[in-house]
């Protein structure tokens, strides 16, 4: 296999290749381990015990994500726009606060470097990309926006009615100081949490409390039915996995020859051939069966 910057892109974006399934898996397995080894450094005996090991372990991971962040910059044409990216800024909190505890190691300091050492589980956002389903349902989401909106402005009015009329009906003596206490009476049953920190002492409150708790089960129900709908409908609609070589977004339609975000032609001259005879082989197996 030539190593040049088209090999390397297909083996590190496309997943519809033997070797981009075998990196996508590899890299999984890789961010898996890294992120254990940092949960089992917070624990104090773990620590104590193999800490240093586990320090060997998160910068052998470190270096091995850096060398891969570099190829992904490197292979892709539009190098900016991916290092922009949602992708692009994750891999790259995966990676920076290793070097940083580095330069951050005053006495002073060390309660920031913990906190670095924390923020490098944002590698477990890296293994978002590698969940086929990932994009149909940040689709789904994206078109329930306004229908939720709508959703939880409504709820938002019923709480403070809610919560307005049981300060009315049970008042401070029963734990009702204020109408935001009240709302926050008015928030825990309708969302059929219920803490029992403040409850209703008197029957006409009970009664009340009782129809709230009744509508917090239907109105939990819808915001669950807008995202199904909308889920089917990105399911209809599901994409492949083939990722744009210019701008690396993913999201095309099986059909689709060029980006759907910067027009560029998806396949290039072998690739276009060697998809066409795989679609041929497909179709004659097919048949066959």
Known sequence: M????ETVRLVIFEAQTPAGRAFDVALIVCILISVLAVLLDSVAEIHERYGDLLYKVEWAFTILFTIEYVLRLWCIENTARYARSFYGVSDLLGIVPTYLSLVIADTQYLLVVRILRVLRVFRVLR????????????????????KITVFISTVLALVVVFGSFMYLIEGPESGFTSIPKSIYWAVITLTTVGYGDLTPVTPLGQAFATIVMILGYGIIAVPTGIVTMEL?????????TRTCPMCSVEGHIREATYCWRCGEHLFRPDQARSGIAEDRDKKDLSEGL
Do not use: C, I, P
């Open 2 to 5: 030539t190593f040049n910057r």
């Open 232 to 240: 089917t409908e990105a399911h209809r609609r599901s994409a492949n």
């Open 127 to 146: 293994m978002v990309r590698y969940v086929g389903e990932a994009q149909v349902l940040t689709d789904a989401l994206k078109a329930s926006q306004r």
